[in-house]
């Protein structure tokens, strides 16, 4: 029974992980925009913008080569080894389900992705990112 509870805790803290990241990335690209208007210098950090690109990069990446995100799949074995019910799938497509009651084929996830990654890439050329070291 202990041992549920530790599995259970951890998956816990994987899909706290998780929506943390999925919230730095969706929640990152507006501020970025907005900030950039609005002269925030914060927003040209080049360690934000460097990680917020390879956010949307590593998610982009995984969506083209069809592999579900390892916290997704970290936080589904942990969530067996407790003995609750698992998701099939992405942890986006999941979700959206589960919040919106939207269910798309992967297509549509690969070209959002895609789009927002294009659009992060687009906000460098337009908000450029002050150099490192600066």
Known sequence: MKSAHLYHTLADLVLLTHTAFV???VVGLPLIIVGGFRGWKWIRHPWFRALHLAAIGL???QAWLGIVCPLTTLEMHLREKAGDTTYDGTFIAH???RLLFYEAPAWVFITGYTVFGLLVVASW???KPRPFGK
């Open 95 to 97: 979700w959206l389900q």
């Open 125 to 127: 050329f337009k908000f």
């Open 59 to 61: 998610v982009a990446v």
């Open 23 to 25: 919230a730095f990335v």
